[in-house]
């Protein structure tokens, strides 16, 4: 367990400069169909209805319409302060699940939008076999996901030997209900040493009772038990621990990624963030099906979450730093390297020191006030890999992504 280094905003010339954020889980595709599932379609509205939605919206991309909606969404990352996405990417193949030609066309998709825009990209091809633990076979509207062992670990050293200075190629076991236990094992055999891995985990209420039913135990201590899990590993959601699993998590070093928009938009529930930064486990966040494009707002929610259960204020706090906004921007910067295999430490947001939010800010309390204070956009400046990315707020292809996204939406949208 670590110490979490306290992080300081510098006060620059151009604003205040911080370190840049990694998201450790996005679903890129998701971005088209955000504010779509805010429709009663039964009163028992659910994640598993949500997710009937988001099949559809799936089944609609070709890699064209994903590299543009991609490109839109690498932009507002940027503009918003992300500098690395993990891409949990499992739309692989055409939707009668006949793979593309190339057969990573779709990786390809979002590589290129990656590039065009400058982010630092850790691309997680998923490996997703069943429809549930009982092993049945994918669904019609899964089947577009699906590999078998073999074939994923071609499309895995396919992606993995274009890795460079802003493309990282790790591992996503889409779920435990996606992944039998014997394919499990012979892709974590098949990977190198220091691939990263992604997994969602314990999400919901009923995928945690299935695994009791199914495995003997609770889907994070199953794979404690199961699994080799380190730092390397990144556990998606987490939000249904015992307490031994939050101890366990934490002694692991794996990193969990928090996604708070998302779950509160889902219904997922609520992560025990206090008993596990008292463990001192590691996390990040990320915007998973973005339904909010904003480390503000994840940071934020996070906080808040946790007030709303416990009646009490300043929850997320380190010993050592008694700030929420220093010690959530700490967390996050701590997990970073571990979770996204990028040493980014050069990347940084420069926030607008003249805005009325930050008027008279100092080091100690910029962070509160950013994450805490308003919703304008902050971020005036953004560098990735030595290139400034984002100027005045706005990324140089702003305006053609929007233009470009608009065109994808109408055909993604259209009957
Ligand atoms: C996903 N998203 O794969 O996009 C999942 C939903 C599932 C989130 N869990 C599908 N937020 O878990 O089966
Ligand atoms: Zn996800």
Known sequence: MHDVPAIHAERTSAGWRLPGIANLHSHAFQRA??????????PADSFWTWRETMYRMAGRFDPDTLRAVATQLYVEMLEAGYTTVCEFHYVHHAPDGAPYAPASAMADALIDAARITGIRLTLLPVLYMTGGFDGRPLGER???????????????????????????VGCALHSLRAVPVDAMHAVLDGLPDDARLHIHIAEQVPEVDECLAVRGGRPVAWLLDNAPVDARWTLVHATHLDAAEVAGIARS??????????????????FPLREYLDAGGAWGIGSDSHISVSPVEELRWLEYGQRLVTQRRN???????PSVGATL?????????????????????VLDADAPLLAGATKDDVLDRWLFAGNRPLAREVHVAGRTVVTGGRHALHADAARGYAHAM?????D
Do not use: K, W
């Open 253 to 270: 070093g794996a990193t969990v990624a928090l996604c708070p928009t998302t779950e509160a938009n889902l219904g997922d529930g609520l």
């Open 142 to 168: 899964q089947r577009r996901f699906g590999h078998d062992v073999d074939g994923y670990l071609r499309l895995f050293a396919d992606l993995h030997a274009r890795r460079d200075d802003t493309l990282r």
């Open 33 to 42: 169909m955000a504010g779509l599932a805010e429709v009663q379609t039964d």
């Open 329 to 349: 921007f700490a967390g996050v910067q701590a997990s970073a390297a571990a979770s996204t295999g990028f040493d980014a430490a050069d990347d940084a947001v």
């Open 410 to 414: 109408r055909a993604v949208l259209a």
């Open 315 to 321: 929850i997320a706090v380190a010993a050592a730093t």
